[in-house]
């Protein structure tokens, strides 16, 4: 099996609870098809670039994978189907970190700081 991250931005008037059902549903999927999830991290609600699909906001949710390609393939399928992903983005790595990404660092030095 090989590594995966898998980001998703889900819509801003999504609330922060059932962004967690969603990722709890997508990692269903990934443990269904014989994966399974190493790392979940809940980046929170961000500003985005630009509009997508009318919206200037949207919940970051980053799924660190140890799964097959089927599985990988599935889970952007379901990706695809919900109206509540509004982006996603998955890449395989070589390993998977155990240290917090860099959004949530970022977000716990600002919070350090303030």
């Known amino acids: 099996m090989s590594f995966y991250e898998s980001t998703f931005v889900a819509r801003q008037d999504v609330s922060a609870q059932e962004v967690e059902k969603i ?3 997508f990692s269903k999927v990934v443990d ?3 994966g399974k999830v190493i790392k979940n991290e809940y980046w929170g609600l961000r500003s985005l670039a630009y509009k997508i699909k009318k919206n ?4 970051y949710v980053m799924l660190c994978l140890d799964a097959p390609a089927d599985a990988v393939n599935e889970l952007e399928r379901q990706y695809k189907l919900s ?3 509004i982006r996603n983005l998955t890449i395989k790595v070589d ?3 155990n240290e917090p990404s860099a959004p949530l660092r970022s977000a716990d030095k600002k919070r350090s700081e303030g």
């Open 23 to 25: 990722t709890e549903k």
């Open 32 to 34: 269904d098809h014989g």
């Open 56 to 59: 200037r906001k949207g919940h």
């Open 83 to 85: 109206e509540d992903i």
């Open 95 to 97: 390993e998977i970190s």
